[in-house]
C-alpha cells in the first residue's frame, strides 16, 4: 500500500486502517477534553451543553455528548453537507473516552486557577495533536465544523466568523441555563483553541486545507466495487 493509496483511501485496507488511526486519536482527543473539563475552570461551550444536559437528566457526559452529536451529524446530512465514516466515529468515540477516563479518575479536579489554567491549556494542545491525527485520516470533519460550514454556506452575508461565534454562544447558553459551568475556562477554550491548533499544526508543518476527506458514500464503493 503507497502512502498515496493509504492518504485518498483508494483501498479498502486503507480506509480500516485511517478509521483505526481516527479511532485512536479521537480516544486520545477525549483525554484532551477530559483535561479541561478537570481544570474546573469553566467548561468549552460544547462541552458546558453537554454537561448541562448530563447534569439536568442524570446521565454519564458521553451519553449527552453522543446525543448531540448525532443530532448535530443528522442536522449535517439533512443539509446535505458532506458526511464521512470519521464523523460517526467521532459522535460515538470522544465522549464515551471522556466517560472512561471519569471512571478511571487520574487526575482530581483542579481547586485554583493557578493549577486550573495550566491544564486548560494542556488540554487544548492535545486536543489540538489529535485534530491533527484525525484529519489526516481523510474520512471527514468533525460533526460541529461540518455543521459551521453548512450554515455559513446558507447566510451568505454573514463571515463565518460570526457563525462560528453565535453557533457556540447558542451552545454555551443552553448549557448554563441546564446547570453547564461557565467560566474563565470557557472565555479560554472559545478564543484559545484556535491559536493553539494552529499552532500545533505548524510544528507538525500540516495544512487542513490540503485534505480531501472522502464521503461516506465514496467509501462504501471502495468496499463494494468489483475487483
Excluded at 22 to 44: D, Q, W
Excluded at 115 to 137: D, E
Excluded at 176 to 196: Q, R
Aim: proline letters at 5%.
Amino acid at each position: 500500500m503507497t502512502k498515496s493509496e493509504l492518504r485518498e483511501n483508494r483501498m479498502p485496507g486503507a480506509i480500516l486502517l485511517n478509521m483505526l488511526i481516527a479511532a485512536v486519536s479521537l480516544f486520545v482527543n477525549g483525554f484532551g477534553l477530559y483535561l479541561t473539563i478537570r481544570a474546573n475552570i469553566g467548561a468549552a461551550p460544547w462541552d458546558v451543553l453537554n454537561l448541562g444536559i448530563a447534569k439536568t437528566f442524570g446521565i454519564l457526559y458521553g451519553t449527552a455528548s453522543i446525543s448531540v452529536s448525532l443530532t448535530i451529524l443528522l442536522i449535517d446530512i439533512l443539509m446535505k453537507e458532506p458526511v464521512g465514516i470519521a464523523m460517526f466515529i467521532d459522535a460515538i468515540v470522544v465522549g464515551k473516552a471522556v466517560d472512561f477516563f471519569n471512571w478511571l479518575d487520574p487526575i482530581p479536579p483542579c481547586k485554583s486557577l493557578l493549577t486550573g489554567i495550566p491544564l486548560m491549556i494542556a488540554g487544548l494542545f492535545v486536543l489540538a495533536y489529535t485534530q491533527y491525527t484525525y484529519m489526516i485520516a481523510s474520512l471527514g470533519c468533525g460533526p460541529r465544523d461540518t455543521l459551521m460550514v453548512g450554515v455559513a454556506k446558507r447566510v451568505k452575508r454573514i463571515p463565518i466568523g460570526v457563525v462560528s461565534i453565535a453557533i457556540l454562544s447558542t451552545a454555551t447558553l443552553v448549557g448554563w441555563l441546564l446547570g453547564g459551568p461557565v467560566g474563565i475556562g470557557t472565555l479560554i477554550c472559545a478564543f484559545g483553541a484556535g491559536p493553539i491548533m494552529q499552532l500545533a499544526f505548524h510544528t507538525v508543518h500540516f495544512d487542513a486545507t490540503t485534505i480531501h476527506h472522502q464521503r461516506l458514500r465514496d467509501s462504501f464503493k471502495v468496499f463494494f466495487r468489483k475487483q
